[in-house]
């Protein structure tokens, strides 16, 4: 029965009413919902509860519906945690029963329960955790349903996959010819594969629906949209078991840029719950194909059928490109793609041959003319992390390479150079592989081969016989270069593949496909750079399982995220070469091995950022990196001011630790140059210098400092500030003591509120802010001096922790006005803010027009080196000389003094604070332009490259969005970006990223801020 032929006669809302009193007893209002062919209102009662009433279409057959209650009566029984509508019998208990209407007599009338959520169409983001919970629930619900029959579950339906056929009638209907290619194509893989299949799969009553309508989600403020639940039950058809997944895939393939991800998450979360079988897995491609051609020749009837509507041209676009997209990957790769996210081998052979490579294990020839079993080889560590390489990309140039690995091989007495298999490779975190030229997308680093490294020109043998397939050059810098694959089959039968890469063109130049060796024979030799794909001299060895018609194209390398499938197809060269496994070292640590082994072994509150902890292994510049190669954009770290592993530091550290450290004890020139240029920086009378290890240890000696200077105890900080982790540290830190854990304030500290010239009550447009401010900082030395005298007000010169807060201008030098009325000394931590970052100044209180009386710096200051320093007055100094010793083991030694010089040098010839100014202008001025198109951005502040960005749920309350913030956090990160959080509030974003930060950074750093602040969970309606 075609429904769409008989247009419906529309009820009205008033009879949804009058059936939900008559037949319900329920008195509600009624709105009607969107839908094709029946119609559906949701029904509202006064204490807001909230249920769905279907007044069915006249040609609806009864067993239609009920089905549908037979089987979401079963669901209910069997799962009754399922997110699925409940039907709600009338007052005669019936789940459904019939009603006359205008000129139809029998109308079918039921009533569900209403399930709140938002269809999955256009929710941003589906990740992969949510296909996976969706794939999840649809294996619950097939497992609910095991069993189920109901005779109208038997018919025919133009989706069920026994009948897709019929699109071969309607090919004309597309018009564009390449497409209606492509539907041939699928048409024909589906008369081959899914036709013979069809009667040995496993059988059931599916839901078979699962479309971006049907999906319902949950999207909250700052969450992660989780499923809601399934409605519209109105396809469900007994077919194969395996048509759910596929339905579901084929929607879920919808609109993303990477459709095979999409569909291995779904089917993932599916095999988990309800175990798919390896038959169903051999076609479910072919299925999922299959119901996405069947979709765009449904869509390409109804436009020819509905010429002018173009609705449904738009509609049908996201089918095209899900299939045109699924269709480009490689054949066969779907499916081993599938086995191998459901834990099987990828390639069914692939069992046999790796058997038979270990059964055979010592009988192989030798591939080099050394015998890598026997004679000393050295196994090269190319990791993203290896030491050998360090971190500086120029190392991973050819010459360099070429030098590193020969003097490696060299130091070792090595004759062979071993490069791993499965190893996350350095090499490709350079910008030539960046995937797609963005350098934080995941990008394949993943060596699926061993590579042999020796001098050029030797020879290269197969171990064993095989057949020429495919000899080719493929010239492109940094691919295989001259390459030879040799095709191999094992007794049983099953064939596999032998890849060479690297070679010397002249060495194949004679080679021709279809020429037999046998096991030894000599068939190549070793290529040099430049015509070796510009490597260093080796020959890559690589197994491949299967070609996937990529032949020469077959990949050397493969994405982290695909690590399995790649390597299963790929197993490891070593089955052949023999290398004996103790010449390995051992592995590192897994990302979760050593999560675990953090967990055992140090203190629980040691954070860890994210929800997916980052395993960093390498830096460079604005850049990390972790084991797998994954780069990214550090925008949060404020310790590397020059840079992550800047040379010109490292080499200074490295240099002076080679030659001596030791401590201030003795006399040494490091000392008094750093304490030279530090106080060459500061305003006149700061001229005396303490340098120690930490900012912490400086704050202490800050305090210590003042109070031997004024004989008194008493401290004033600003609310929400944080100054140090040690004890005396705590008792000044307002975030800490007020905050969880915290033993609240002591009498001899005295808090002022924080300046916020945003969110307090003075605000950007009251000029007098900044001395209304600071008033409170005249009441607080009142109190102090009335508790026996004012030490010290200590102030960050631009409050960080407490949420990058710019001072509202004339506060400090008001402050500091009373503070100096008072007795007390002004104490500025420019530990985070100082050192060139705010770009119009070097140091914070700068800005302000003040000279504090003691300055403490740290964390920047040795670029990641334990340095700090505090700097104060020759009077302040003097008081504090008083007979007791002054001394820190580690502090002012001279590799610190090294590392802080260096660092000195690399801001005045980098220029860097300029940098900061030029490139903080054109990041701020990016954000603000944000800001424009996205509500949650409340203020953007800062200055140079000490930015902040505050959110809020609405503009007008400020009402903070904490959950928000800490969301565009992950998603960030999700991108390949780092930021952080911080302010009371906790909905402040921090942006303090290394001052080597580019322009071109800060605009990846808005594209992916925009991108993610496009998200539902951040949207504010
Ligand atoms: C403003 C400020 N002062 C002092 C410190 C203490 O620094 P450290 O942990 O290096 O001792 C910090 C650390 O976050 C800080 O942010």
Redesign the pocket.
């Given at each position: 029965m075609d429904i769409g032929a008989h247009p419906p006669s529309r009820s009205a809302a008033q009879d949804a009413v009058r059936l939900a009193r008559e037949r319900y007893g329920l008195e509600a209002r009624a709105c009607p919902l969107p839908s094709e062919y029946d119609d559906n209102f949701r029904l509202e009662t006064a204490d807001g509860s909230v249920r769905v009433l279907k007044i069915m279409h006249p040609m609806r057959d009864p067993g239609f519906v009920d089905m549908q209650c037979a089987a979401l009566r079963t669901i209910a029984e069997r799962a009754p945690g399922l997110p699925v509508p409940e039907v709600i019998p009338d007052r005669e208990g019936r789940p459904w029963s019939t009603t006359a209407l205008g000129e139809n007599p029998f109308r079918l009338v039921w009533m569900l329960s209403y399930l709140p959520g938002r269809p999955i169409a256009g929710v941003r983001p589906v990740t992969h955790g949510l296909l996976d919970e969706l794939g999840g629930t649809l294996a619950r619900l097939d497992l609910a349903l095991t069993g189920f029959s109901h005779p109208s579950a038997r018919r025919e339906l133009k989706w069920d996959f026994a009948r897709a056929g019929w699109i071969r009638d309607h090919l004309e209907a597309v018009r564009d010819p390449r497409r209606r290619a492509l539907v041939e194509r699928v048409l024909a893989r589906y008369d081959a594969e899914v036709v013979p299949a069809l009667p040995r799969l496993r059988r059931s009553v599916v839901y078979a629906d699962a479309n971006e309508h049907n999906v319902l989600v949950r999207v909250e403020p700052g969450r992660l949209p989780r499923l809601a639940g399934l409605i519209d039950f109105g396809d469900m058809i007994e077919t194969v078991v395996a048509a759910e997944v596929a339905v579901a895939s084929a929607y879920a393939a919808f609109g993303t840029a990477d459709p095979l991800g999409a569909v291995l998450s779904l089917v993932a979360g599916y095999h988990c719950v309800l175990p798919l079988a390896e038959e169903e897995l051999a076609v479910l491609d072919a299925l999922i194909l299959t119901r996405l051609a069947v979709s765009v020749v449904n869509s390409a009837c109804r436009a020819a059928a509905e010429p002018g509507d173009p609705y449904l041209i738009v509609s049908e676009a996201p089918a095209w490109a899900a299939l045109e997209a699924f269709e480009r990957v490689p054949p066969r790769l779907a499916h081993y793609a599938l086995r191998a996210v459901c834990g099987l081998a990828p390639a069914p052979h692939g069992p046999a041959v790796v058997r038979w490579l270990q059964g055979s294990a010592g009988s192989f020839a030798q591939v080099l003319e050394r015998d890598l079993r026997k004679e000393p080889v050295v196994v090269l560590d190319l990791s993203v992390g290896s030491r050998m390489l360090g971190a500086d990309p120029a190392g991973l140039e050819a010459p360099r390479l070429t030098e590193t690995i020969s003097k490696t091989m060299k130091d070792a007495g090595a004759v062979v150079g071993v490069g791993r298999y499965d190893e996350a490779r350095a090499i490709y975190t350079t910008g030539a592989f960046a995937a797609g030229g963005s350098p934080t997308a995941e990008r394949r680093t993943v060596h699926l081969g061993i590579d042999l490294s020796v001098a050029p020109g030797s020879v290269v043998r197969t171990p064993l016989d095989g057949t020429i397939h495919t000899v080719a050059d493929n010239a492109a810098p940094k691919d295989y270069g001259p390459l030879v694959i040799l095709r191999h089959e094992i007794p049983s039968g099953e064939e596999f593949f032998t890849l060479y890469g690297h070679l010397d063109p002249d060495s194949v130049a004679g080679l021709k496909p279809g020429r037999i060796l046998r096991a030894g024979e000599t068939f190549a030799a070793v290529g040099a750079p430049p015509r070796n794909g510009d490597w260093w001299p080796h020959v890559h060895v690589q197994i491949i399982l299967d070609l996937l018609g990529l032949d020469e194209d077959f990949p050397g390398v493969a994405a982290p995220g695909r690590r399995s499938l790649w390597t299963g197809l790929s197993p490891d060269p070593n089955l052949l070469l023999g290398i004996p496994g103790d010449r390995f070292p051992r592995p590192e640590p897994s990302k979760a091995e050593t999560l675990e082994a953090r967990h055992r072994l140090l203190g629980r509150n040691l954070s860890v950022s994210y929800r997916e902890p980052l395993k960093i292994v390498r830096g460079w510049m604005q850049y990390l990196y972790d084991e797998t190669g994954r780069a990214y954009l550090d925008a949060y770290n404020n310790v590397p001011l020059v840079g992550h592993s800047h040379p010109r530091v490292v080499r200074a550290v490295q240099d002076e630790m080679a030659l001596l450290n030791t401590n201030t004890r003795y006399l040494h020139d490091n000392l008094v140059s750093y304490a030279e240029r530090l106080t060459d920086l500061m305003p006149a009378p700061l001229r005396v210098c303490y340098v120690l290890n930490?900012?912490?240890?400086?704050?202490e000696l800050a305090l210590r400092l003042a109070r031997t200077h004024t004989g008194r105890e008493d401290v004033i900080v600003l609310e929400s500030?944080?100054?140090?982790?040690t004890s005396g540290?705590i008792d000044i830190s307002p975030y800490k003591f007020d905050g969880p854990g915290g033993k609240g304030r002591k009498p001899w500290v005295h808090v002022a509120p924080l300046p916020d010239d945003y969110r307090g009550p003075y605000r950007r447009d009251d000029p007098e802010a900044g001395k209304k401010y600071a008033a409170a900082v005249g009441h607080l030395g009142d109190e102090a001096k009335a508790r026996g005298g004012l030490a010290a007000f200590i102030a960050?010169t631009l409050p960080?922790?407490a949420g990058q807060i710019v001072l509202p201008r004339g506060y400090l030098a008001e402050a500091y006005r009373y503070v100096r009325a008072a007795g007390g000394v002004c104490v500025a931590?420019e530990?985070?803010?100082g050192f060139g970052r705010l770009g119009t100044h070097f140091w914070g209180f700068e800005t302000q027009g003040v000279v504090p009386d003691i300055v403490?710096l740290?964390?920047p200051i040795g670029n990641g080196f334990p340095l700090?320093a505090v700097v104060t007055t020759e009077a302040i100094a003097a008081s504090f000389a008083n007979g007791m010793e002054f001394f820190s083991t580690f502090g002012g030694n001279p590799v610190a003094c090294a590392a802080g010089l260096a660092v000195l040098d690399v801001m005045e010839e980098e220029r860097l604070q300029e940098r900061a100014l030029r490139v903080g202008g054109h990041f701020i001025a990016g954000l603000r332009k944000l800001a424009e198109r996205h509500a949650i951005i409340g203020d953007v502040r800062g200055s140079g490259l000490f930015l902040g960005l505050e959110l809020v749920r609405d503009r007008r309350t400020l009402e903070p969005a904490a959950a928000e913030a800490s969301y565009v956090v992950e998603r960030l990160r999700d991108r390949g970006v780092l930021a952080g959080t911080d302010g009371p509030l906790h909905n402040v974003i921090k942006i303090r990223p290394p001052l080597c930060f580019s322009e071109a950074d800060a605009e990846l750093f808005v594209a992916a801020l925009d991108e993610v602040l496009s998200e539902d969970p951040v949207r504010i309606p």
């Open positions: 930490s900012a912490s240890e400086a704050n500030a944080y100054h140090g982790h540290l960050e960080s922790v931590d530990v985070q803010v403490v740290g964390k700090a």
